[in-house]
């Protein structure tokens, strides 16, 4: 598994196929999740958590907040409480 990241959106490949997406706004600092998208072939293998946990990843090395909007990403951090510091206000 590797990830590709575009403009506004950051891929999960698997043996050179997309296997979901997330897509997000970037302003002042703050990644805006706006969806995230698995193949229903994919679905319900964890690659939906892994697309937002690059999301963390990316946030904390650069310094960025992250504002969930849509519902997956929303309910992620609902349940992550440990990345509450990351969430923009």
């Known amino acids: 598994m590797k990830f590709k990241m575009d403009l506004k959106k950051i891929s999960l490949i698997d043996d050179n196929s997309v296997v ?44 960025y907040k992250i504002k969930p909007t849509c519902s997956y990403s929303i309910g992620y951090f609902e349940k992550n409480t440990q990345y509450g510091d990351l969430l923009a206000r």
């Open 20 to 63: 979901g997406t997330i897509d997000y706004m970037l302003e002042n600092n703050v990644f805006t999740i706006v969806r995230v998208y698995v193949l229903p072939i994919f679905q319900g293998r964890g690659y939906a958590k892994m697309l937002v946990e690059e999301v963390v990843r990316l946030a904390k090395e650069k310094g």
